[in-house]
């Protein structure tokens, strides 16, 4: 019985002591350092109890920069950091951490007038907070990428106020698009490199037959309102709004150009087929128009319009993830003369492949977005 007081006694004195020397909540922040330093600094500070690894609260707190509370009826402490609570009661060798019981193998315990906390905790905390870095299977990577410079030859595409032409813009665009992409280590394919006429049939089986990984289209768009500019991103949807419908029918009308290569209407299994391979690449194209808004929408004096669905031929038949850039507006004067000019062009086409960068770097880092 004696002895029992006197136990209790030193625990008040020691209650006592880390209220006064912690104010009751306890917030240890210091920098973060390596994880390998921290594994290293904390070894460093165990001690053996019995047959046991222990460190002191203080020192476990400030490796793993955590926050802890400490209940004094409950004799209970409760560890806390972003991502990760644990709770321990004095005397128990189990914990809570996260909301599942850990066995630490032996008590949390008082240790001359501090607390100290079996280091197998510490092992258990490390693995939620320094989780191992994932594994990436490799498989998905964007090695190649086709770029397609709309129009061209006897399909002028839009012609602007100053007799600007889309296929001229839209070419040198995508050259210098070639060119960055290419410094970045992917490999890009045009669907032409001078001026002459493609058909959009023949544009995405040169994509589909190089097993392009991306199908990007470049164009520069035009309104009956002379106001109007900015850049936009399609990706292929047949939800489309008036305008979108508008501006397909205007991208579209190529086909009459074209000499026998009309779509045939797809069989209702191919079409099913179609839509499946469709729905995968639509999610991705939307990923990679995205990015490359981001990328776009800093460069400053440019209309951002977003990114928008709309059914163009050109994208149909891509097995790959397409989209479709109408880079400006050449019915706009100011618009039509900044896309000849060379520097415009370059910024241009370095935003738009900082957007592809970035699209090819969450897709390989999340394994085709399986992650
Ligand atoms: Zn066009």
């Known amino acids: 019985m004696q002895n029992l007081k006197i136990k209790n006694l030193n625990f008040l004195l020691i209650t006592f002591h880390l209220l006064l020397a912690t104010s009751f909540f306890g917030c240890a922040t210091y920098p ?33 920069d955590l926050a802890w509370e400490w209940d004094v009826l409950g004799e209970r402490l409760t560890l806390y950091r972003e991502g990760l609570k644990v709770s321990l009661a ?5 914990a809570l951490l996260n909301e599942q019981i850990i066995d630490l193998k032996d008590k949390l315990r008082i240790h001359n007038n501090e607390i100290a906390v079996p280091f197998s905790l510490s092992l258990e905390m490390a693995k939620i907070i320094f ?25 002028p595409g839009a012609i602007g106020p100053g007799g600007i032409k889309e296929k ?15 410094n970045m280590g992917i490999e890009v394919i045009l669907t032409r490199e001078r001026d002459r006429f493609v058909s959009l049939w023949r544009r995405t089986h040169l ?32 939800r489309m709004d008036e305008s979108s419908k508008a501006l ?7 086909l009459e150009f074209e000499e ?12 099913t087929l179609w839509d499946i391979v469709q729905t995968q690449n ?57 896309l000849a000019d060379p520097a415009y062009s370059q910024k241009l086409a370095e935003a738009i492949g900082r957007g592809i960068l970035a699209y090819k770097e969450e897709y390989e880092k999340t394994d085709g977005f399986t992650r």
Request: proline share 3%; glycine share 6%.
């Open 248 to 254: 397909a029918r205007l991208e579209n009308a190529v």
């Open 32 to 64: 973060r350092r390596k994880e390998t330093k921290e594994a290293v600094f904390l070894t460093e500070k165990t001690f053996r109890l019995g047959r046991t690894d222990y460190v002191y609260l203080r020192d476990l707190c400030r490796v793993y």
């Open 131 to 155: 989780p191992p870095p994932r594994v990436i299977s490799g498989i998905y990577k964007i090695r190649r990428v086709v770029i397609d410079p709309g129009h061209g030859g006897r399909d």
């Open 207 to 238: 994509a589909n037959t190089k097993r392009a990984d991306l199908f990007i289209s470049i164009h520069a768009n035009s309104s009956r309102y002379r106001q109007a500019s900015g850049l936009e991103i399609y990706y292929l949807s047949d």
């Open 282 to 338: 639509r999610a991705q194209a939307l990923r990679l128009a995205k990015h490359i808004e981001d990328c776009v929408g800093m460069m400053e004096d440019l209309d951002k319009r977003g990114v928008k669905g709309a059914n163009f031929y050109v994208l149909r038949g891509a097995n790959m993830p397409a989209i479709l850039i109408e880079t400006g507006f050449i019915s706009n004067l100011m618009e039509s003369r900044r």
């Open 260 to 271: 026998g290569q009309f779509f045939t209407e797809n069989t209702a299994l191919a079409a």
């Open 90 to 94: 004095l005397g128990s060798s189990f």
């Open 168 to 182: 001229d813009v839209v070419l040198e665009i995508a050259k210098r698009l070639k060119n960055f992409l290419e």
